[in-house]
């Protein structure tokens, strides 16, 4: 059907282990779906299953927090080592309270506890918790080049988080990494219904995409970290996640 998006969880993807080769991975998962590969496919995959085969675990007992981490753990009620690694991922430190600690994470975003995740890393009882990749852009454009080796399509690939946003309650399915998409979409100069020039609509595109596949690839223990979005409109070109990061100056929110 012309203009419908189509989203299929890709099933019966294991535990991923540092060094996985998510690429294979992928196409395998996409057999046993019986989906093929098509060009424009969008390829929506979990940050968690990123970070675990990048290796960006960290225990917890090898930490030792500074006097700076001691102080914002005491402030916002959190364990100390964990705060070592958040102010080790970010810039800035941009709100604190009990129970919560906003930052700047070093790939420009602004989120809670730099990203790092401690729900679904591993059995319980470990204190293993997860970073962000050390570049998500990368880590998609690397999955991209391993599946068009394999099969000769190109697609896009995004890495999603469900990040919160500072306006509204609860989390959303967010781009941190994307290749072969564009991020944002500038549609400033476009006419309207009227005729009439757009002055100030940006559409981000990878965001949409993530919330979207979010929907299907669940946020528990549902275990299906990668989703084939198909239908998705868009012109190709090379982009960074970097588009839809809003400058500081004009960030009213910080």
Request: charged share 25%.
């Amino acid at each position: 059907m012309d203009g419908a998006l189509c989203l299929v969880p890709l099933r019966g993807i294991p535990l991923i282990q540092h060094g996985d080769d998510l690429a294979s991975l992928i196409l395998q998962a996409l057999d046993a779906t019986h989906q093929r590969l098509q060009p424009r496919d969008v390829l929506v995959v979990a940050q968690k299953i990123v970070s675990k085969a990048e290796g960006r675990s960290v225990d917890l007992r090898s930490v030792t927090p500074s006097e700076r981490a001691i102080h914002y753990a005491d402030a916002a009620g959190k364990d100390a080592r964990l705060v070592e690694l958040i102010l080790s991922e970010s810039t800035e430190v941009v709100r604190h309270r009990p129970g919560v600690l906003i930052v700047a994470h070093r790939l420009g975003l602004v989120m809670a506890n730099a990203g790092i995740d401690v729900s679904n890393v591993g059995p319980e009882g470990e204190q293993r918790v997860l970073l962000l990749p050390l570049d998500p852009d990368r880590s998609c454009r690397e999955i991209r080049e391993r599946l068009h080796a394999r099969t000769g399509v190109d697609v896009a690939v995004l890495v999603i988080d469900s990040i919160g946003r500072a306006w509204r309650n609860g989390t959303v399915g967010t781009a941190i990494g994307v290749s072969g998409l564009p991020a944002l979409v500038d549609l400033r100069g476009q006419p309207d219904l009227f005729g009439r020039a757009l002055q100030s609509t940006e559409i981000g595109l990878a965001d949409e995409v993530a919330a979207a596949a979010s929907l299907v690839m669940g946020q528990a223990g549902e275990g299906c970290p990668v989703v084939l979005a198909r239908g998705v409109p868009y012109e190709r070109r090379e982009a960074r996640i970097r588009e839809l990061i809003r400058p500081k100056p004009l960030d009213l929110f910080r």
